[in-house]
């Protein structure tokens, strides 16, 4: 894999476009694209329920779920000197919730796969959790098979954005008893990322890219700042102190890889 960047919310990575734009009978060149989601605890890999994870002050964590959405994903370009954005989809779901395994968490999961115009895109861009416009809709307004048919709270009239849930051991005696259930829902929580940058597209050449979801640095902050699960194992809100400090601490635990 090429590393591109960590990120910031509404920071910067790279990932040129170049060529002819038109195939051999005149339409618009495309390429196959396709975003892959990849999750990670620190540099080691993401499984659910196989794999217990050395947490802060000695405590121990194993997970059971991480899933979230992602709205209005769309490449970037310029166009006559404005930022203009090719769609991929307005809402995925992106869960973690079937990676038992070393080889499952490093295979990912499927995004979006669809072919792209063959442009110089200069970036991605996407919502972390459910835009406004899509989270002022019910699950009736879709099919089953939609991503947003689940994942409702009626109580704040809100999809909720993202699930954390595990075990841990808090007191060091080596068992995981300890449930842990965070549900983040709420506009307030809903933030714009950004990785701009050249991505390198041919016409007839598949592109993958792998956006990683880093579960360490979504608990524990840069400076060291950690989630102390020994407050609070549950929350299920858009206000808690949990929520706000999960749903401020993804933007930067994303980063992005061209496959």
Known sequence: MK???S?????????????????????????????MAT?????????????????EENMKLQMQLLQGYLSDIAL???EDGTEREELLTDIALVSFGDIYTDADAEAGVEVVKME??????????FGLGVSPE??????????????????????????????????ADLNEDGELQEKL????????NFSTVQFNGAID??????????????LRKILIKGDGTFWDFREAQFAHSTTSPAAVFMSENFPTALSLETR
């Open 201 to 214: 597209l041919e016409q007839g050449t598949p592109q993958a890219l792998a956006l990683n979801f880093d």
């Open 181 to 188: 259930t965070y549900h983040i829902g709420g506009n307030n």
């Open 7 to 35: 990120l910031f919310a509404l920071a910067t990575v790279l990932i040129g476009i170049g060529c002819d734009n038109s195939d051999d009978n005149g339409g618009p060149a495309t390429a196959e694209l396709t975003l």
């Open 39 to 55: 999750g990670t605890y620190g540099d080691d890999p993401l499984v659910m329920f196989e794999r217990t994870y050395d947490y």
């Open 76 to 78: 970037v370009y310029v």
């Open 116 to 125: 792209v115009p063959v442009r110089n895109y200069t970036g991605l861009k």
């Open 3 to 5: 590393y591109i960047l």
């Open 134 to 167: 899509l989270n002022a809709t019910i699950p009736p307004d879709y099919e089953l098979t939609h991503p947003l048919s689940q994942n409702y709270w009626e109580d704040a009239s809100s999809y909720i954005f993202f699930k954390i849930e595990g075990n």
